[in-house]
């Protein structure tokens, strides 16, 4: 239970600092193209912070060296093209449904939860688990 919510802690830290990169994105350049670079800058950021804080905090990683935690790092970012699939599906459709900022974040949100509680067990498994490459 405690991994759990340490976890849940952490995603809900990672969210944040998504959305509101994503904002601070809007903020920056409100162009033709200010969504999707939002959502491709939150996108980088977020998973950046959620691959440190998973590391040192749920999976207890040291990577051996530079190049170790390099390709964990791709790795851990190949596990998530299909969890972000999902948070970008949401997030769209959320924008394109309601056509609000609240709206389209909380679509964001949404996706985020269900693509981090994928992502958890694809890790667990794939990326920092014994199958894991070293």
Same mark, same amino acid.
Request: hydrophobic share 55%; glycine share 10%.
């Given at each position: 239970?405690?991994?759990? +919510?340490?976890?849940?802690?952490?995603? @809900?830290?990672?969210?944040? =600092? $998504?959305?509101? /990169?994503?904002? @601070?994105?809007?903020?920056?350049?409100?162009?033709? *193209?200010? +969504?999707?670079?939002?959502?491709?800058?939150?996108? =980088?950021?977020?998973? =950046?912070?959620?691959? #440190?804080? #998973?590391? !040192? %905090?749920? %999976? $207890?990683? !040291? /990577? $051996?060296?530079?190049?170790? $935690?390099?390709?964990? *790092?791709? @790795?851990?970012?190949?596990?998530?093209?299909?969890?972000?699939? =999902?948070?970008? &599906?949401?997030?769209?459709?959320?924008?394109? +449904? %309601?056509?609000?900022?609240?709206?389209?974040?909380?679509?964001?949100?949404? &996706?985020? /939860?269900?693509?981090?509680?994928?992502?958890?067990?694809? #890790?667990? !498994?794939?990326?920092? &688990?014994?199958? /894991?490459?070293?």
């Amino acid at each position: 239970m405690h991994i759990a +919510i340490t976890y849940t802690l952490l995603a @809900l830290i990672a969210m944040a =600092v $998504n959305i509101g /990169a994503q904002d @601070l994105s809007t903020v920056v350049y409100g162009g033709t *193209f200010a +969504i999707p670079i939002s959502v491709f800058v939150g996108t =980088v950021v977020g998973l =950046v912070v959620k691959y #440190d804080l #998973d590391k !040192r %905090f749920i %999976f $207890n990683f !040291r /990577a $051996n060296s530079v190049a170790h $935690n390099g390709k964990t *790092f791709v @790795l851990y970012a190949a596990m998530g093209l299909v969890t972000t699939a =999902v948070f970008w &599906g949401f997030e769209w459709a959320f924008q394109h +449904i %309601f056509a609000t900022k609240e709206m389209r974040f909380l679509g964001g949100a949404i &996706g985020l /939860a269900i693509g981090y509680w994928t992502k958890y067990h694809l #890790d667990k !498994r794939f990326v920092f &688990g014994r199958e /894991a490459v070293a």
